[in-house]
């Protein structure tokens, strides 16, 4: 099942654990937790770094950030994730630029990483890929409910708590809840893809 906007907007700022794994020469993140929920601005983010070259990874966010603005209550109400997409996907080809597909991971994946009891076992497991975008949730009990982007390919995650990209680690995941998050587990995965049009 597809997680809800039910995770708060983050509020813990910039953690100073993930100072020494900042990058600010390494991309963009293109909606931050001042301006939108987390779960947002992880797709956000995600939509940017589908494209190719930083002209269009700058136009596709634009585009999500302009589609979210049309209706902000309708994003904001509690609606799942797939649908949010659906949404966004729209606006994407209405500009000419390519729709979106969230996809499950295979279920013994997701067994294997989530179900795992070393919690560090799923975050070396997701770190470990090297192709592809993900929106991640991270919770620990009722205290931190968070979501990220993850750039495998540019070894990268994008937290709209930071403003700088972090280098991609089992380490640095574990520490996206901030400090007070001691115990963060990887709870839900989706993997975004581009939507490829079908010849006629």
């Known amino acids: ?14 953690s100073p654990e993930l100072a020494p794994f900042r ?6 993140i293109f909606a931050t937790a001042g301006q939108y929920d987390c779960v947002e601005a992880a797709l956000v983010n995600g939509m940017g770094a589908l494209e190719d ?7 596709a966010a634009e585009i999500a950030k302009r589609a979210i ?18 949404k966004l996907q729209k606006e994407l080809i209405r500009e000419g630029l390519n729709g979106l597909h969230v996809l499950k991971l295979p279920k013994d994946e997701i067994r294997a990483a989530i179900k ?18 993900y929106i991640v949730r991270l919770k620990q009990d009722s205290l931190v409910d968070h979501a990220v982007c993850v750039d495998a390919g540019r070894r990268l995650i994008l937290d709209s708590e930071e403003i700088h990209p972090i280098r991609l680690s089992a380490e640095t995941l574990a520490l996206c809840g901030g400090s007070h998050a001691k ?9 975004l893809r581009p939507k490829v049009k079908r010849s006629k």
């Open 69 to 86: 603005a049309l209706d902000r209550q309708w994003f904001l109400n509690f609606k799942p994730l797939g649908s949010i997409v659906n």
């Open 116 to 133: 795992c009891s070393n919690r560090m076992n799923a975050f070396s497991w997701l770190a470990s890929k090297t192709r592809g975008i």
């Open 53 to 59: 070259d930083l002209e269009r990874r700058e136009k």
């Open 23 to 28: 990058l600010p020469g390494s991309g963009n």
């Open 183 to 191: 115990n963060l587990r990887l709870v839900e995965i989706r993997e």
């Open 1 to 14: 099942m597809l997680w809800s906007l039910s995770i708060g907007s983050g509020a813990r700022g910039p």
